[in-house]
T-cell receptor, first 114, second 115 residues
Framework: ETGVTQSPTHLIKTRGQQVTLRCSSQ?????VSWYQQALGQGPQFIFQ???????GRGNFPPRFSGLQFPNYSSELNVNALELDDSALYLC?????????????FGEGSWLTVV | QKEVEQDPGPLSVPEGAIVSLNCTYS??????FMWYRQYSRKGPELLMY????GNKEDGRFTAQVDKSSKYISLFIRDSQPSDSATYLC???????????????FGQGTILTVHP
């Protein structure tokens, strides 16, 4: 049990639609990252939020956006969905400033775009 | 060329075998090295975490990091059927601060331990 919870666990969307995925970080963690994991691949870094601001982005277009709230929960928004967006979306939380800090993942949200 | 290379396998071993999983990387800035275990359709579970070069042991698991060769390994002793999963190596380039959460993953190795 990592203390990182994500919702929804599964969803199906139509190409062109928009989706919002949610994450509740582990208690005390101030940083949240989002990853996309396609079938048979390792997770790919989308972006990270620290103190409610985006702090680094991977190779993903602007239609992938996010928010971090004062309670350190977070959202991932994807606009204009494409078929290739079908994947497992993972949220991970960590604590900046602690020595030997580690990163914990939630169970993910499975997105299917049809 | 990918920053992190991991043999996807699949790897099939008998129960009780010693398993060796490996990753190579090209970015010399990587300082933190992790191994995650991922069961089918679940999120990755942190197994081992190592900072810089050296060895770390936790029960049946041993993680090794050789920064001079840009090579990391995970050894599983006395493997069990419950170890059957995908194993992901991951690494981060920051020695602290807000970049810590930006992990670069390998492709994952599918391991099956049969009774």
């Amino acid at each position: 049990e990592t203390g990182v919870t994500q919702s929804p666990t599964h969803l199906i969307k139509t190409r062109g639609q928009q989706v919002t995925l949610r994450c509740s970080s582990q208690s005390g963690h101030n940083t949240v990252s989002w990853y996309q994991q396609a079938l048979g691949q390792g997770p790919q870094f989308i972006f990270q939020y620290y103190r409610e601001e985006e702090n680094g982005r991977g190779n993903f277009p602007p239609r992938f956006s996010g928010l971090q709230f004062p309670n350190y929960s977070s959202e991932l928004n994807v606009n204009a969905l494409e078929l290739d967006d079908s994947a497992l979306y993972l949220c991970a939380s960590s604590l900046v400033g602690a020595s030997g800090n580690t990163i914990y993942f939630g169970e993910g949200s499975w997105l299917t775009v049809v | 060329q990918k920053e992190v290379e991991q043999d996807p396998g699949p790897l099939s071993v008998p129960e009780g075998a010693i398993v060796s999983l490996n990753c190579t990387y090209s970015n010399s800035a990587f300082q933190y090295f992790m191994w995650y275990r991922q069961y089918s359709r679940k999120g990755p579970e942190l197994l081992m975490y190592t900072y810089s070069s050296g060895n770390k042991e936790d029960g049946r698991f041993t993680a090794q990091v050789d920064k001079s060769s840009k090579y990391i390994s995970l050894f599983i002793r006395d493997s069990q059927p419950s170890d059957s999963a995908t194993y992901l190596c991951a690494m981060s380039g920051n020695t602290g601060g807000t970049s810590y959460g930006k992990l670069t993953f390998g492709q994952g190795t599918i391991l099956t331990v049969h009774p």
